[in-house]
T-cell receptor, first 112, second 109 residues
């Protein structure tokens, strides 16, 4: 079974802190994605990566950056956390561009 | 940019009634995927449609892809309480996977 693991299930951070959300997949998938999920807005794409060291902006990249130094790991970085970044963050991976995405359990981030 | 609009946002049905959610894109899609998210869970892949006009069935679920590859629908026949959750469509443009806002389904027993 494919496993996508997010480092934390719940996280509370202070405004202005630098926050790292980690995601690891164990199936040698090429593509990895970061989404945030908010009520009524669905899943909004923040960044995605289709190869090591490659990244592309999604629909809402402002205030975020990403890192993919190794194929299995995709990190989301909040440079200076703000309260409007309080959300559920979901990581996903897929083998290639036309295959299903597998999701992690999500990280519920609260910025106070 | 690439966007996927999904309606309705919310639907509450009596057990045994049918349910349909619709997905529309302003641009032609490479393919479309459908996911289900149970309350408290994460999205789980249901199916992928690739060909124009494609229809696929999974037991009581019927998925359709429009002829122009710009719209899609998911129809559930005779809903059951196990069908509750949020159903998402997701459009694929190259490597970019963009989700709709989802339809929340509640089923009254």
């Amino acid at each position: 079974d494919v496993k996508v693991t997010q480092s934390s299930r719940y996280l509370v951070k202070r405004t202005g802190e630098k926050v790292f959300l980690e995601c690891v997949q164990d199936m040698d998938h090429e593509n990895m994605f970061w989404y945030r999920q908010d009520p009524g807005l669905g899943l909004r794409l923040i960044y995605f990566s289709y190869d090591v060291k490659m990244k592309e902006k999604g629909d809402i990249p402002e205030g975020y950056s990403v890192s993919r130094e190794k194929k299995e790991r995709f990190s989301l970085i909040l440079e200076s956390a703000s309260t409007n970044q309080t959300s559920m963050y979901l990581c996903a991976s897929s083998f290639s561009r036309n295959t299903e995405a597998f999701f992690g359990q999500g990280t519920r981030l609260t910025v106070v | 940019g690439q966007q996927v609009m999904q309606i309705p946002q919310y639907q509450h049905v009596q057990e045994g009634e049918d349910f349909t959610t619709y997905c529309n894109s302003s641009t032609t899609l490479s393919n479309i995927q459908w996911y289900k998210q149970r309350p408290g869970g994460h999205p789980v892949f249901l199916i992928q449609l690739v060909k124009s006009g494609e229809v696929k069935k999974q037991k009581r679920l019927t998925f359709q892809f429009g002829e122009a590859k710009k719209n899609s629908s998911l129809h559930i026949t005779a809903t059951q309480t196990t069908d509750v959750g949020t159903y998402f469509c997701a459009g694929l443009w190259g490597n970019k996977l963009v989700f709709g806002a989802g339809t929340i389904l509640r089923v009254k027993s």
